[in-house]
């Protein structure tokens, strides 16, 4: 998924040598992770339920009691994972404290909202929530009380998405 455009008067070699821009590398990672995740997550149940649950001596009412748990556990995780892919953390602007940008208010205003101590130059706005917003470097976003960028979700672990990342962690635990 690495977009290159051949340039006037460049040669094949230089296209062919040419270095893949950040964004690119960071979405073929974000990728690689995802399949990694899902294919791990998938994998582990299909050997139990399959393999490890039938060669364990159990009779056929443990069994399916033990493929119900493995089951129940697959599902809570990928409903976690799921949701701490799709619930976004970064600071979002709402009708009663809209995201300040930079430009616009400081000409409306006549005032300098860049020495603002919650003012974020990478993302040219004031922090509505101030010291509970951080940028990070991988999303390019500001998170909301921030935890830490996770690179198996694929997404930064804030205030929005914690309590799922929370429980995915649970989940993973009691099902090894």
Not at 65 to 93: P, R, Y
Not at 135 to 144: A, E, G, R, S
Request: proline share 3%; aromatic share 14%.
């Amino acid at each position: 998924m690495l977009s290159y455009k051949m340039q006037d008067g460049q040669t094949i070699w230089e296209f062919l040598n040419q270095k893949p821009d950040e964004a690119d590398v960071l979405r073929n990672s974000k990728i690689s992770t995802h399949i990694y995740f899902l294919l791990v997550t998938c994998t582990v149940p299909y050997v139990f339920i399959f393999d490890v649950i039938p060669e364990s001596g159990h009779s056929e009412t443990q069994q399916y009691w033990l493929n119900v748990f493995v089951l129940i556990i697959f599902i809570e995780v990928m409903a976690n994972w799921l949701c701490c892919q799709f619930v976004s953390t970064h600071v979002k602007g709402t009708r009663d404290r809209p995201v300040i940008e930079k430009d616009l208010w400081a000409h409306e205003q006549h005032q300098d909202y860049t020495k603002d101590p919650n003012y974020c130059s990478k993302c040219k706005l004031v922090a509505p929530y101030g010291s509970k917003t951080h940028h990070c470097k991988q999303c390019n976003k500001c998170i909301l009380r921030r935890d830490h960028h996770c690179f198996m979700v694929g997404t930064c672990i804030g205030y929005y998405n914690q309590r799922y990342f929370v429980m995915l962690t649970f989940y993973i635990g009691l099902g090894e």
